[in-house]
């Protein structure tokens, strides 16, 4: 503060501080605070709101036990809560697309932070970053496009002769998803990682590869371990991203299936029962914080690590 | 959860700093109206229909010097939505949802009544705005709720490739024989009607819409029926765009979808059809905010609807019907032609219209779409 004060001096300082506070309170806070008391209150007419019937209680959150439905898995047979599944599958296929988008980054990052020439780096870069200047909707769109029926990608393998009748690929489970995710997120993870390969001092790898040591203890011991917070700050922004996507599993779903973001946006849009969606849009954020902090204490990450 | 809010507070920042430029610039703007007070109307309606800024106002305001502000939405909750903010904020005097809402939305408090002098109730054509209909648009037994236009929602098929029992029925939609595009409520509905029509309920389905202990019965059964037929289905559409991918990019050989989609399609090589149980039918009119500032302009407004020469413009607007007497002289004749190669005085009479559905069976029909779509 008495930094800021000598740098920048009274007026300015001042002015920065009220427009943080101004940004923090009015647009983070106020409205997070409001749909937070909202979700205890039960939906009534406008008329009631107010009423003798307008209390307090947690209603609304245990909405997400009703409904059961006979599932199996692997062979066996269960019953279950319909937006607990929903619930479970979202976690679940979030959880591949931050694999899956690891798998793809890893060595990306590792290439471009240690093998590929300085000069074209730049070029890579530009290269990787054009698509993320598209946006969202349209490349998840744009897939939606590509894996349609009558699309390209099956006039394509039919045309090399590969398949004989055109493949329903928008309606085989959560595939369109988690291609779209991946497709949307994988520079999530990109950056973070190459962030930490390329800080790695690349005479510990020559150093390692003197004394013998296979490609793959390489990795595992020496550049892995080094690129702990990249990989962990970008895993959490991954599935964080991939859980609360509303927009690419409502393009690219298919007739099986169902986001919880969808079933809290069918809950506001369908229902008309903003509280109750309210309330499922905490729980989501409240599991998935959870889950995140739980995944993080597993591997050993602190959140200072990521901050560095 | 990261991109959601951060989308969330730019709006938030946007409506902040409308707001603030609106309180600046309130003097004014309260001035301007009250100089203006004989020509505004704040209407909101459905966004799609490029028709009604290009044309529809416009000759509105020809016959009758009233602007119209339009805002456009995309679909009827956000409507619902709106319009529970326009009870605090103000700035809404018609909507236009569609007679099965107009339960719940009355049950939210947030209609005023039609004074049934300023308006023309002899305009409308039989049965829209009488008979059950016009009990339907009385809650409280007073008018709240004038027909604009109405339409249906039925079978379209490929001609070439989709196999239609004879008379064509809703169960077709349901044959491992045929790709299927539909909606989830919807095509619970529609399952339910078709085991309603061949036997196979205990009750007759129409009691759901009224008792919700016999709506869970009834929807148990169809939502069991639905998932064991799912095979069959290939894509979920929830507008315009989707039904029509789901025929052209994704192959579906037969669907439940509305007229429009239909229309759109007719020189594709499919075909608008009812089924032997009888066409869905909607139809949508005007409701008026408790809290309007233009009541007069309003009625107007929606007597013009119900003219010859307003009827036809607004629902060639939608592609739809119009519901003025006589104003069938005014419609585009490819559209009449399309109507009336669907629907002869058979298929006219068997239009099933969508009952009343409150807003307690509105969250437990999104519970039954819930289940079936995790199926």
Known sequence: MQDMLRRYGFGLTLAMCLLVTFWLVVLVIVPNITLFEQSFRPYLPVVEIGGPRDTYSFANYLKVFDGNVDKSLFGISFSIPVHVYTFGLTIFYSMLVTLICFAMAYPLAYYMAKIVNPRSLPTLILLLFIPLWVSEVLRAFAWWIILAFKGPLNALLMGLGLIEDPIRWTNMGYTGVVVGLIYTYVLFMLFPIYNGVQSLDTNQIEAAEDLGAPWWKIHWRIVLPHSKPGIASGSVMVFMLSAGSLLVPSILGSTTSQWFTQTIDQWFKDALDWNTASAYAFLLLLLCTVFVSVAMWLFKVKLSDIAK | ?375
Do not use: C
């Open chain 2, 1 to 375: 959860m990261k991109n959601t809010t951060s989308a969330f507070t730019r709006r938030r920042f946007l409506q902040g700093s409308a707001a603030g430029a609106g309180i600046l610039a309130a003097p004014a703007i309260i001035s301007s109206k009250a100089l203006a007070s004989s020509g505004e109307l704040n209407f909101v309606g459905w966004a799609g229909y490029p028709l009604f800024t290009e044309k529809v106002f416009a000759t509105f305001e020809g016959a009758t010097g009233i602007k119209v502000n339009f805002k456009e939405l995309p679909d009827q909750d956000t409507m619902f939505g709106e319009a529970k903010v326009a009870m605090e904020a103000g700035g809404i005097d018609l909507i236009e949802p569609t007679i099965d809402r107009v339960g719940a939305w009355d049950s939210n408090g947030l209609l005023g009544a039609f004074d049934e002098s300023k308006l023309a109730m002899d305009n409308y054509l039989p049965g829209l705005a009488d008979g059950a209909a016009g009990v339907r648009s009385r809650p409280g037994g007073v008018l709240k709720y004038v027909p604009s236009v109405w339409g249906t929602e039925s079978l379209v098929v490929n001609t070439a490739e989709a196999k239609l029992s004879t008379p064509p029925s809703l169960g077709d939609l349901f044959s491992p024989d045929n790709s299927a595009t539909l909606r989830p409520h919807s095509a619970l509905a529609a399952m339910g009607r078709w085991l309603d029509a061949t036997g196979q309920l205990p009750r007759p389905w129409m009691d759901g819409y009224t008792d919700m202990g016999a709506m869970v019965e009834l929807w148990d059964i169809a939502l069991a029926k639905a998932v064991e037929m799912k095979g069959n289905v290939v894509q979920w559409w929830s507008g315009e765009n989707e039904a029509n991918a789901g025929f052209t990019a994704n192959g579906a050989t037969i669907g439940l979808v509305w007229d429009s989609t239909g229309f759109n399609l007719r020189n594709d090589g499919y075909a608008y059809i009812a089924p032997v149980e009888g066409a869905i039918a909607w139809h949508q009119g005007f409701v008026i905010t408790k809290n309007a500032a233009n009541v007069d302009e309003a009625h107007e407004f929606v007597k013009w609807v119900s003219s010859p020469e307003g009827a036809a413009l607004w629902a060639t607007a939608f592609s739809a019907n119009p519901v003025g007497k006589g104003a069938s002289d005014f419609m585009d004749p490819e559209v009449s032609a399309f109507y009336n190669g669907t629907f002869n005085d058979e298929a006219l009479s068997k239009l099933w219209w969508w009952p009343d559905q409150s807003a307690e069976f509105l969250a437990k029909r999104a519970e039954y779409a819930d289940k079936y779509k995790a199926a």
